[in-house]
Structure formats: C-alpha cells, structure tokens
C-alpha cells in the first residue's frame, strides 16, 4: 500500500474542503495531492493555465503531456491522457505514436515531442527548436510547452513516488477499449 493514497472524501482535510467538489475531488492525483493542502491549493490556478488555457489548444496539449508522461515513465499520466486524448478527437494510431521515435509522428507532433525530450535531455530548448516553435506555434505556446513539461513532471513526480492508483473510470475505460 502506498503511503499517501488518495483521500477519501471523508478525510478530506477541512482548509481546502471547497476544492473537495471541484477539480481537486475527480482525480487520484489531486487526491494525493490533498496531503499536502497548501500545495494542492496553490496549485489550482497554475492548473488552470496549463491545463485549461493554455495557447496549445486540446490536442497539442495532449501531446505534449502524454510525451512527457512517457519520459517520465508515469502510467497514471500516461493512462489518464489516453482517455482525455481520445475525447479531443485523436486517433490510437497518433497517440501511441508520441511514444515512439519523432520521425514517426505527424509534423507537429514531432517538433512538440522533440522539444519534450529536449527539455529532458539538455534541461532547456535550443535556439533552433523555439525558432520553430515560435514560427509555428507562436510565442506563447512555446513557453506553454515548457510550463506543461514542469507541471506535469512535478505530477508524475507525486504520482510515481506515493504508486498513486489510476482513476478507476478511466482504469475500466482503457480495460474495455485498449489503446492501439
């Protein structure tokens, strides 16, 4: 058993008990988060940038999480973002792409997982790689790229240290319809 599973609903600790029935109370994540009150709550409007809205736009959010979900070898986030992936509309065949090698991905996907793996590799973009982000993308995606890759490495951080438990909705989802 971990040693921070996610909180019930009953322990849900009183100084953020308006979040319970919000975003925070959906998910595992949050819900092992909740252990640490203060961070969950100064979490959320970060949450609500990067998750909501960013400059990315659904699908090209997804890609850059489910990367950097991958890198971090995080099932939860992985499985989580399968589900959310395919809800925006993309295909099996593109999402499990993004865990391959970038010469097998669309354009776009592949200049996102690069920049993802640069982030991991080198600790920042190269000059080359924002050029082409910018260009394509525009500025603000490209600082909404690296704001995702830390954002969701601090999640799969939690996640991966505290063996949190994927969501049982999208557990049953991904049993009944496997990914490609």
Known sequence: MPDFPPISDAAWPDPIADMRDGFAGRLNVYRTMAHNPALLRAWAPLRQHVVLDNALGPQLS???????GHRLGSSYEWGQHVSRA???GMSDARIASIRGDVAGMEPTDALIAGAVDQ???????SQPTQDALI???G???MFDII???????TLGYILNSCDTP??????AELRDNPPA
């Open 119 to 125: 982030l991991f590799d080198a600790k920042r973009l």
């Open 86 to 88: 395919r809800a925006c």
């Open 62 to 68: 997804e890609v850059t999480i489910l990367r950097t």
């Open 135 to 137: 260009a394509q993308l």
């Open 147 to 153: 704001a995702t890759v830390g954002f969701y490495s």
């Open 166 to 171: 994927l969501d049982d909705d999208i557990a």
């Open 139 to 141: 500025t603000a995606a």
